[in-house]
């Protein structure tokens, strides 16, 4: 910032290319993330209109991060002045019906199952670990895992297929 | 981004560094420039001479002095982005209610005065606010400009700063006119001078030194 001070181009464009990352990072942790780029560049404009306030016998991170905190702080005001509606109590939301009877569905056919079977689906099928991650976990081996899944599928589908027939 | 840093770059000149001490040299060229006109136009208090002798008259430039002094070095160093004015403020709360308590003691020697309708004198007093106020001005101008020129970050705290600053500042110089030495007058009337400037220049600083 010295150098920037006395009108060193490159040591200033070093400078601003270094404090936009920290800037970054600075308004990530602070504000909504539609807002950070524009907290990045208002705060780069105030370090360049006021560079000259910089004493060089001092640290310069206490000065930036002096700057950064006041235009957060501006940033929240306006963000407080922007208008917000209120939520109706009676607005419509997705159905989560069917996600939920499919769920308890599963879990009961899943339960007709051999234990090592049934967890292998679990793993693989539903929390999509790959065959290698599921062997890991379970301390079966990996072709082990692969026909569990392949005979507990296979049973599934007979239930299902038999639970269809007696409703039909 | 890149066009920003590009277009920042490309404004690049050398700029010439705000320090405390230069804006202390130029509120000091200013304190002395007013108070040598005031005075030069004759507007010292006619009993001066024997005034100096009272200890309300000594009261009234201690409290004023110092007042200014802590709201010139709060000011001043608050133009700094990474210095609060806080702490100053507090010093000059403590310094306001250490002033009323010793007006208090030099005020007890005074209380076989009439009522208190003519220790008040409110025609008297209103002038007295009056000029107070006139004579804030030029060092409120000038700390506005400082203020503008500095980087404040918390600019209400600092614009309060530098209402006290500029009100203790145009009272200490009425001292040297005013003929009033009575404690009680003194607290109230150049109260309500003081806290008219310090409540424009809280209300409009901030408003005027965004950045």
Sequence with gaps: ?168 | MDDLLDSLVADLEPVRRRTSTGDALAIGLLCALELSMFLGVGSMRPDMRFAIAEPALWWKFATFGVLALLGLGTAILSFDPSISPKRGLWWIAAAVAAALVVGGIVNAPMHHQPDLAVRLNWRSGLQCVMVMSVLALPMLVLLAVLMRRGAPTHRRGTALAVGVAAATWGAFVFVFACPHDDPLYVSIWYGVGCAVTTVYARALLPLLTRW
């Design chain 1, 1 to 168: 910032m010295a150098a920037a001070q006395a009108g060193d181009s490159a040591a200033y464009r070093r400078l601003l290319d270094e404090l936009g990352p920290w800037l970054r990072r600075y308004y990530t942790r602070r504000l909504p993330p539609s807002i950070v780029d524009d907290a990045v560049q208002e705060t780069l404009i105030a370090v360049h209109e006021k560079r000259h306030t910089y004493d060089t016998s001092r640290p310069f991170a206490p000065w930036l991060a002096a700057i950064a905190r006041y235009k957060w702080i501006d940033r929240l005001r306006a963000l407080k002045r922007l208008p917000t509606e209120a939520l109706s109590e009676d607005i419509s939301v997705p159905d989560h019906e069917s996600a939920v009877v499919s769920a308890t569905v599963l879990e009961q056919l899943l339960a007709g199952l051999k234990p090592a079977q049934a967890e292998v689906i679990r793993l693989v099928k539903i929390q999509g670990f790959s065959v290698e991650e599921a062997a890991a976990r379970t301390g079966q081996s990996a072709s082990l895992v692969k026909v569990n899944i392949h005979r507990g599928l296979a049973r599934l589908t007979l239930t299902v297929q038999s639970q269809a027939y007696a409703d039909g």
